[in-house]
């Protein structure tokens, strides 16, 4: 169901990793499809600077489990939660309608305030450019996960790395990705 054996870590540094698991949902056409019709998606805005701006994507955050739009997404979560040993019990979505959506370069600080954390994101939809780089600036690694694929962030990687992903000139239609928190990663430990 879950499957981790091709699970591939790479260490970004001493105390960073990122972890790539091709194929690890099946059924995942299936659950794009129940997500995008079955979820109440929410268009956000925030800060940039000193101005307010429309995030290029929308949204949904279940910060309780037990609120999540699919059983699917509560037995991935039980899953992750045994494989990696820490127990996610929210999650937020984001929708990505098309090449033109985007996240820019961000750490997770909301969700993640421990300073070693691991951050699972499920990838539904579309294959996009998943970039990561050193927070203060050098060489980004790009991963290419397609639907099904899960990538991990983990250890110093919210606070020491930065993550994104860019908008696109190539076509692509909808992505959805899911990521997985805790509340355990959310207060300082
Ligand atoms: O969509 C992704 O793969 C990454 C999402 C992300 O970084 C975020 O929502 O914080």
Known sequence: MH??????RTALDETSWIEYVPGWLPGDAALLAALLTGVGWEQRERWMVNRMVTEPRLTAEYNDLAAAP??????????????Y???YDGLWINYYRDHRDSTGWHGDWPTCKRAECVVPVLTLGATRR??????DGGRSRVLTPASGDLVVMGGRCQRDWRHCVPKQTVPAGPRVSVNFSSRLQAVRG
Do not use: E, N
Not at 70 to 78: E, I, M, N, P, S
């Open 3 to 8: 499957d981790f054996t091709a699970a591939c």
């Open 70 to 83: 699919d059983d699917r997404l509560r037995a991935a979560a039980a899953a992750l939660s045994a494989h």
């Open 85 to 87: 040993g820490v127990p």
């Open 130 to 135: 998943f970039l990561i780089k050193p927070r």
